[in-house]
Nanobody, 127 residues
Framework: QVQVVESGGGLVQAGGSLRLACTAS????????AGWFRQAPGKEREFVIAKDWSGGYTYYANSVKGRFTITRDNARNTVYLQMNNLKPEDTAIYYC????????????????????WGQGTQVTVSS
């Protein structure tokens, strides 16, 4: 049984940084692709960033390009979201999603492209 757990959320001032971690236990062959999504109060969940480790290309939402990065520690089955220069509009619940295979098409923004999801972690950025 696969379990995905996020950690690292919290309260930070605008301009600060946070690193979220997402650990997937029970994945026999590891994480091949992963994405982070977020949901702000009163809004729909939106795509933030994703990466497929076949070619190593990273996909970004325009709002986070240049500030957020996604990395992977394969030995720990863990994906990280490094968030720098945080803004109040980044306040949301952040969800990690992983899949034990590469993306089959440019469907990284599609929530249905991911097999396993975490429960979410709150990130609050104060102004």
């Amino acid at each position: 049984q696969v379990q995905v757990v996020e950690s690292g959320g919290g309260l930070v001032q605008a301009g600060g940084s946070l690193r979220l971690a997402c650990t997937a236990s029970g994945l026999t062959f590891g994480i091949y692709a992963a994405g982070w999504f977020r949901q702000a109060p009163g809004k729909e969940r939106e795509f933030v960033i994703a990466k497929d480790w076949s070619g190593g290309y990273t996909y970004y939402a325009n709002s986070v390009k240049g500030r957020f990065t996604i990395t992977r520690d394969n030995a720990r089955n863990t994906v990280y979201l490094q968030m720098n220069n945080l803004k109040p509009e980044d306040t949301a619940i952040y969800y990690c999603a992983v899949r034990p295979s590469y993306f089959s098409s440019s469907n990284y923004k599609n929530e249905g492209a991911y097999d396993y999801w975490g429960q979410g972690t709150q990130v609050t950025v104060s102004s």
